[in-house]
């Protein structure tokens, strides 16, 4: 959790932006952004091996090609 700040905010925002007058949805685009994404948390014991979406993405690749020749000898 974040710990609460003691400083205000300062709004230095504009005049002529009226964000009371924004017609914002939430979650508009997320669908379209969801189809295109694959997101998987790694559970902590395993992360701590992984530190970017390289390293993971070679290991399961390694792990691809070591299942599949494992099938074509089985053959």
Known sequence: MKKASNTAM????????DLSRLKGVR???AKRFQSG???VRLSPEVARFFH?????NS???SLIDI???Q????H
Do not use: I, M, S
């Open 71 to 74: 099938l074509h000898h089985a």
């Open 10 to 17: 300062v709004d230095d925002l504009r005049p002529e932006y």
């Open 67 to 69: 299942a599949q020749a």
């Open 27 to 29: 979650g508009k685009y």
């Open 59 to 61: 290991a399961l690749k």
């Open 52 to 56: 970017d979406e390289h390293a993971v």
């Open 37 to 39: 994404t694959n997101l």
